[in-house]
């Protein structure tokens, strides 16, 4: 079974700050990866992926993601948080190897970014 | 321009009324899902579909339908809607060719509630 946990409802972060929102994964073969945004009354937004090579993916806006295999962990990272940051935020896993063709969403992190 | 469009983006009906939701996208993509978000439990999905003819549950399909007569479009059917099916709901679309092909696009959400 594919599963994924964003452990953060939320978090809050100072414009010009680094942020960072979390995220575990749990698969039995090797994830594909996901980050997605949902901005206010606006459908899911795609950020970046991780689906081989380089552990470090640069995605859109200025977000990043490091996977790290032994913490199976997939956490976001922005160097310096923008107000128009604010948003909900999704990561999401697939297990290719099962042959199961869904994505797995976590529960969501809601960003806070304040002025 | 590559989009998913859904209509109707909002719609209030009563318990027991059919309603079905459409769903299209031009970008030609075998691999094509429903699902419905609610506050703290991520996105879960209704049903998916591989291809034209071609459709499968997903983790909570009880209460919907589905047909794919066309690649492009996909419509989710509620025969007799209930309370508990007031939800967002999205529909997304993707290749199958891996790699690339793994990003899911979205489109824009239908808020639905029932009376």
């Known amino acids: 079974a594919q599963s994924v946990a964003q452990p953060e409802d939320q978090v809050n972060v100072a414009e010009g700050n680094p942020l960072t929102v979390k995220c575990t994964y749990s698969?039995?073969?090797?994830?594909?990866l996901f980050w997605y945004v949902q901005y206010p009354n606006r459908g899911l937004q795609f950020l970046l992926k991780y689906i081989t090579g380089d552990n470090l993916v640069k995605g859109s806006y200025g977000f990043e993601a490091e996977f790290n295999k032994s913490q199976t962990s997939f956490h976001l990272k922005k160097p310096s948080a923008l107000v128009s940051d604010s948003a909900l935020y999704f990561c999401a896993v697939r297990d290719p190897d099962t042959g199961r063709r869904a994505l797995t969403f976590g529960s969501g992190t809601r960003l806070q970014v304040q002025p | 321009e590559a989009q998913v469009t859904q209509n109707p983006r909002y719609l209030i009906t009563v318990t027991g009324k059919k309603l079905t939701v459409t769903c299209s996208q031009n970008?030609?993509?075998?691999?094509m899902s429903w699902y419905r978000q609610d506050p703290g439990l991520g996105l879960r999905q209704i049903y998916y579909?591989?291809?034209?003819?071609?459709?499968d549950k997903g983790d909570v399909p009880e209460g919907y339908k589905v047909s794919r007569k066309e690649k492009r479009n996909f419509p989710l059917i509620l025969e007799s809607p209930s309370p508990n099916q007031t939800s967002l709901y999205f529909c997304?679309?993707?290749?199958?060719?891996?790699?690339?092909?793994?990003?899911?696009?979205f489109g824009p959400g239908t808020r639905l509630l029932v009376l």
């Open positions: 997304a679309s993707r290749g199958m060719g891996g790699g690339n092909q793994e990003t899911q696009y």
């Open positions: 970008m030609n993509h075998e691999y």
């Open positions: 698969v039995s073969g090797n994830p594909y």
């Open positions: 579909s591989m291809n034209v003819e071609a459709t």
